[in-house]
C-alpha cells in the first residue's frame, strides 16, 4: 500500500512540535511527513521583543530547522504558502509546484489585527518575526545616532509610541526602556530626551491580568520614563506620528504596533469558516467539515467554556495542541480513537526588562526576579521539548 502524506505548514511553535512529536508516533513506514515554511530556520515568536528592542542578538531566537528536526524523517521545503485547495487535498506554494496531502496540520501562525486603523501597515513597525525585530533595532538605533549626529534635531526622533498595552506592547516597552540609559550613553544623550508612550484603547494594561501585578508592572515602567495613555483608542497611524481619539496627535519617528493579532490570510484565503482568521476548531482540533484537516497554534479559535470567551493565542496552547494532533493524526493512519484537546493552562509570565516579570503561575502570583526565573525556565522548557539537552544548552538563557 502507498503511504498516506503527512504535510505540516509552518515551522512555528505548532508546526516544529508537531513534527518532532509525529516521528516518534509514527515509523518510517506509515506515512511521509512534509514540513513547509517561509525560512529555514525556526524562530522563537515569545522571544522576539528582546531583539526588537536589541537587548538579545536575533539569533538567539532563532535556529535552522535542519539542526532540530530529523532529516531522514521530515521532508522540509522552504517556501511561502499561498493557500490550501480543500477540495483537491493540494497546497499552492509560491515558488515550487502544489504538494499534495492526505492529512493536513496547518500551523501559519497569526498578523498584526489593526482594527481598521488607517496607516498602521504603512507607517508602524508591526511583524513580529526575526527580520521585522531586527528591522526596529536598527531604526531605533538610527534614531539616536540621527539625533545625535544633527544639527538642530526633531523630538520625535526620541519619540517612542508603542500601540497596545497587552502582552507584545509590555513586553517590548519593558526591554526598551530598559535598554535606553545604555543607548543615551552610547549617543551621548541626555536621558530626559527620550519619551516612551504606551497607547491602550481598552480601559486597562494588560487586560485579563491581576490587577495587583498590573499596577506592579506599570509603576515599574513608568519609573523607567515610560507615559501611559489608557482607554484611548488611536484614529490614526501618520507618518510623523499618531492622532487619538480625542484629537490629539503626538509626533514620532516610530510607532510599534502591537494591539494584538489575527490568524494568518491564508485561513480566509482559502474558504475556512473563520472569526478574524481563526477557525473554531473541532475539539479533535479538525476544522469543522474537514476529516483530514487540523488546525492549530494562532490560526485556531478554541473556547473556554468557563470563561465562555476564545483563550487568547499562546504559544503554550499551540505546543500542547501539536501534542494531541501528532496522537490524532496517529489515530487516523492507524483507524484508531481520536483523542479531544483540553488546554492545561499552568500560568501566564510577562517579562518586563532587565531581571523584572510579573506572572501568575498555578494560582500564585510572582514579582520581580521569582517571575524573572520562572519566565526563563518557562523559555528553556520550550528548547528542552524541542530539542531535548543540547539546544537547551546552546539557546538557553541563564535564570539568574
Ligand atoms: P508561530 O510560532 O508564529 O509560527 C508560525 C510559522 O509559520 C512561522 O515560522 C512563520 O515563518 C511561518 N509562516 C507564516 N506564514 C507563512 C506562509 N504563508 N508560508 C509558510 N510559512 C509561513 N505566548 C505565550 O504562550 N507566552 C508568551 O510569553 C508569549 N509572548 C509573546 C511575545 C511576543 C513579542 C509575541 C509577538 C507573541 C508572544 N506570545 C506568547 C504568543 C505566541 O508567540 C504565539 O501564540 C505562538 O507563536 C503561536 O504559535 P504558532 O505555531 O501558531 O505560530
Request: proline residues 5%; negative net charge.
Amino acid at each position: 500500500a502507498t503511504k498516506p502524506n503527512v504535510l505540516i505548514l509552518g515551522a512555528g511553535y505548532g508546526g516544529m512540535v508537531t513534527a518532532t512529536k509525529i516521528t516518534k508516533q509514527l515509523g518510517h513506514n506509515d506515512a511521509n511527513v512534509t514540513l513547509v515554511s517561509k525560512h529555514n530556520y525556526h524562530y522563537q515568536t515569545t522571544w522576539l521583543h528582546e531583539p526588537a528592542a536589541g537587548t538579545l542578538h536575533h539569533d538567539r531566537t532563532r535556529m535552522p530547522i535542519d539542526n532540530v528536526i530529523d532529516r531522514n524523517k521530515i521532508n522540509f521545503i522552504q517556501d511561502e504558502v499561498v493557500k490550501i485547495n480543500k477540495e483537491d487535498n493540494t497546497v499552492s506554494l509560491k515558488e515550487n509546484e502544489d504538494v499534495e496531502y492526505d492529512y493536513l496540520v496547518t500551523a501559519l501562525g497569526a498578523v498584526p489585527e489593526t482594527f481598521g486603523v488607517p496607516g498602521v501597515f504603512e507607517h508602524s513597525f508591526n511583524k513580529w518575526t526575526v527580520n521585522g525585530a531586527r528591522e526596529m533595532k536598527e531604526h531605533i538605533e538610527y534614531m539616536f545616532a540621527r539625533y545625535h549626529n544633527e544639527e538642530d534635531p526633531k523630538d520625535d526622533l526620541l519619540t517612542f509610541i508603542v500601540a497596545g498595552a497587552g502582552f507584545t506592547g509590555i513586553e517590548f516597552i519593558g526591554e526598551l526602556s530598559e535598554r535606553v540609559p545604555d543607548l543615551c550613553k552610547e549617543y551621548d544623550i541626555p536621558k530626559n530626551k527620550v519619551k516612551m508612550y504606551v497607547i491602550e484603547a481598552a480601559p486597562t494594561a494588560l487586560p485579563g491580568f491581576d490587577p495587583e501585578l498590573v499596577e506592579y508592572a506599570m509603576n515599574l515602567l513608568e519609573n523607567r520614563g515610560v507615559e501611559f495613555k489608557i482607554n484611548m483608542p488611536i484614529s490614526e497611524v501618520k507618518e510623523d506620528g499618531v492622532v487619538l481619539k480625542d484629537g490629539e496627535e503626538i509626533k514620532s519617528a516610530t510607532v510599534v504596533w502591537a494591539t494584538g493579532v489575527r490568524g494568518n490570510p491564508v485561513i480566509e484565503e482559502s474558504g475556512f469558516e473563520n472569526m478574524r482568521g481563526r477557525v473554531k476548531v473541532d475539539p479533535d482540533l479538525r476544522a469543522p467539515g474537514h476529516d483530514n484537516i487540523f488546525i492549530i497554534g494562532d490560526c485556531s479559535l478554541v473556547i473556554n467554556e468557563e470563561a465562555d470567551r476564545p483563550y487568547p493565542p499562546t504559544a503554550q496552547i499551540a505546543m500542547q495542541q501539536a501534542e494531541t494532533v501528532a496522537k490524532n493524526l496517529r489515530a487516523l493512519i492507524k483507524g484508531e480513537q481520536l483523542s479531544e484537546f483540553t488546554p492545561d493552562i499552568k500560568g501566564t509570565v510577562a517579562s518586563l526588562g532587565g531581571k523584572e516579570a510579573i506572572g501568575v503561575v498555578g494560582n500564585k502570583k510572582l514579582f520581580g526576579t521569582s517571575a524573572n526565573f520562572m519566565k526563563k525556565m518557562i523559555d528553556n522548557r520550550y528548547l528542552w521539548i524541542l530539542g531535548g539537552i543540547g539546544l537547551t544548552l546552546k539557546k538557553g538563557k541563564n535564570p539568574f
